[in-house]
């Protein structure tokens, strides 16, 4: 009965989460209900989830391997396939090792609690993803949260802690609510100082920020100096599937102690050959990295133009300002009837009177695509008073 009335609860409240169905390959446009709609709800920010190149790739691998590895890692479920990816993913990131897992999600459960535990500490940026908030409490660790993105903050709290116990700093790269940047040099800077691990999750910097896409520590030119670098083959890359990034002697460990790596199978063999072209997309050309940008700058300039509130937005995450979840989710559906796939994000995603339009734009957006849906946002925002 507790589970009927608390459903009801977040159906009245507006908080009732709604999930579509979607019958179309995911692109620029997908078709729900039906209907034919342009997409600005996916993180597909290259538009790789249906290119031929990565089809082609996930067909050849199943040609020759199979579908799935049937076994954790550990036993008999690594492939040369899944040794490829991780050695092609290494050279992409100029880093010494990685190590592949299901999910981003799963990447950062597997890694914290590998790393801290009992009686160590972890500073942790108080808008980290949820992953990073269940990993560290998963590890036991004492977490210690530090104001979003303030390095002054976090050397206060670093220079408290006892010299004698582990300490681990982590943070987001590309918060996804609002699109800012953690000052990840700044930050290194204060971890280096006070002998700490650095960890940075990186999962909507992976295929955006950096020369090709190579995510925030080639963005800030990190290499060899950020410990751990999280990231996913679920956004950018188009396909599914987590990375662990950064020194040979904690992937080693990672492979050893990882419990995920351990105790899961490993991903999918369509997976990782599509993950491998992705890779090699992303390795030899920097258009469509290019091409999301201009996109993203196009599409804000515009949306500003009509007077709507787009945040601090330092990446094409566009956040339609809109306050409360109940005006959030009108304006979602005007969108929709007017042929715009775009969701409303609320609490407790974001802060409560902090509701949204989350716009994600792609590389294979066309321009008539971003002018269609420009003039869409400015008719509802007129016809809710917003702008």
């Known amino acids: 009965m507790w589970l009927t ?64 590895p049937a076994a954790v890692r550990t036993i008999a479920g690594t492939t040369t396939l899944h040794k490829k990816l991780e050695k092609d993913l290494a050279k992409f990131k100029k880093c010494e090792a990685v190590l592949t897992f299901q999910s981003g999600f799963m990447a950062n459960l597997a890694t914290i609690p590998a790393l801290v535990g009992e009686g160590d500490l972890i500073f942790s940026d108080e808008l980290n993803h949820a992953s990073i908030i269940d990993g560290c409490r998963i590890s036991k660790a004492t977490v210690i949260r530090f104001k979003h993105a303030d390095t002054v903050d976090l050397e206060s709290l670093l220079k408290k802690a006892s010299k004698k116990v582990k300490k681990l700093v982590i943070t987001d790269g590309v918060f996804s609510m ?17 002998g700490a691990l650095l960890m940075v999750d990186d ?121 409360e979840v109940t005006l959030a989710k009108e304006f979602s559906n005007l969108l929709f009837e007017n042929g715009v796939f775009a969701k409303a994000i609320g609490y407790p995603t974001v802060p409560e009177g902090k509701a949204r339009i989350r716009i994600m734009n792609t590389a294979v957006h066309t321009k008539k695509d971003l002018d269609k849906a420009l003039l869409v946002f400015e008719k509802v925002g007129k016809t809710l008073k917003v702008i």
Request: with cysteine.
């Open 5 to 68: 009335e608390e459903l009801n609860n977040l159906k009245k409240s507006g908080l009732y989460n709604n999930i579509l169905t979607i019958e179309s390959p995911i692109g620029g446009e997908i078709i729900i209900e039906g209907r034919k709609l342009l997409n600005f709800c996916s993180n597909n920010y290259l538009g790789l989830a249906n290119n031929p190149r990565l089809k082609k790739a996930a067909i050849a691998a199943i040609n020759k391997f199979g579908v799935g």
């Open 178 to 194: 609002d699109g800012d940047i953690a000052p990840l040099d700044k930050i290194y800077k204060v971890t280096s100082k006070y």
């Open 203 to 323: 999962a909507h910097g992976e295929g955006v920020l950096g020369r090709n896409g190579r995510g925030i520590v080639d963005h800030f030119n990190l290499h060899g100096k950020v410990d751990i670098e999280v990231g996913t083959m679920s956004k950018a890359l188009g396909v599914v599937g987590g990375l662990v990034a950064g020194k040979g002697e904690i992937i080693e460990w990672l492979t050893q102690r990882a419990r995920p790596f351990l105790f899961s199978s490993a991903m999918t063999i369509p997976d990782v050959g599509a993950c491998i072209e992705a890779v090699k997309i992303l390795g030899s050309s920097g258009v469509l990295v290019k091409k999301l940008w201009s996109n993203a700058d196009y599409l804000s300039k515009g949306l500003s133009r009509f007077g709507f509130d787009t945040g601090k937005s330092q990446t094409p995450i566009i956040p339609l300002m809109l306050g």
